[in-house]
């Protein structure tokens, strides 16, 4: 599902910040979503009052003309800089991707981001707008979730080995696009996104004690450091080490 982010045309940022100043309240009536629009240097153009809160600032206006590097808890803002950058830089679209956001105080959020490009009639990008959305408790009223509240118990049960699609389905006695689809409705994730978020909820917790790295991948179901190490990197912006560190400080 795309994300509901602005996609009209404007000559400039101002106009377009201009024509949301009405709505800007609806943004803040979201208390589970991050909502923010960023300049082509990367900077807060407008935020809402989700974002204030988490990062602990006085008010809006104090995060506006910041990039996310000056604001978010040491070692992660970069990592959040340079994904704006990837998008401004050629437009690129990021869709349903799986982050763990540490806020302040160290407060870790597992969220759904979303970011697109902003351009203006000639095609220009004039700067980008994004959305992470909190990962929600699972939905037990839908009629598939006994269903798929084995398939979630089966992943976090054995998440320290492969854990193939075939075998979910057949837990589940659901087809591959039943699962999927049902899988999304519910816990708003794909079936290896749940898997993706029992590894690395299990390994961000043992990074915060005495455990060497090696060791971490192998319980958390990889094969070698470097394959813990990127896949760890891709959902939270850090390296096993730097989430260490970050947490030490």
């Known amino acids: ?42 900077r807060y153009a407008l935020v809402n009052q989700t974002l204030v809160q988490r990062l602990g600032a006085r008010n809006k206006q104090s995060l506006l003309g910041m990039t996310a590097e000056q604001v978010f808890p040491a070692n992660f803002g970069p990592s959040y800089t340079a994904q704006d950058r990837r998008v401004l830089k050629d437009g690129s679209r990021l869709d349903d991707q799986l982050e763990l956001h540490l806020y302040y105080g160290n407060q870790p959020i597992w969220c759904l981001t979303h970011k697109l490009a902003l351009r203006n ?15 929600q408790l699972p939905q037990s009223s839908h009629p598939a979730y006994p269903k798929l509240a084995a398939v979630d118990a089966h992943i976090r049960e054995h998440f320290a080995r492969p854990i193939s699609l075939a075998e979910l389905t057949t837990l589940a006695g659901l087809s591959v696009a039943q699962l999927e689809r049902h899988c999304k409705r519910i816990f708003q994730l794909t079936p290896r996104q749940m898997i993706h978020k029992a590894r690395l909820g299990e390994a961000s917790r043992l990074l915060q004690q005495d455990v060497p790295i090696t060791e971490i991948a192998l319980r958390c179901g990889y094969t070698d450091h470097s394959a813990f190490s990127r896949q760890f990197r891709a959902l939270t912006g850090l390296s096993p080490s730097q989430f260490r560190l970050s947490h030490q400080r």
Do not use: N
Not at 121 to 134: C, K, M, N, T, V
């Open 121 to 135: 009639p000639a095609g220009e990008i004039i700067g980008l707008a994004g959305i992470s959305r909190d990962v």
């Open 1 to 42: 599902m795309h994300s509901p982010l602005p996609t009209a045309l404007y000559d400039d940022l101002p106009t377009l910040l201009g024509s949301l100043r009405q709505i800007e309240p609806l943004f803040d009536a979201m208390p589970e979503v991050v909502f923010f629009i960023k300049d082509a240097a990367t």
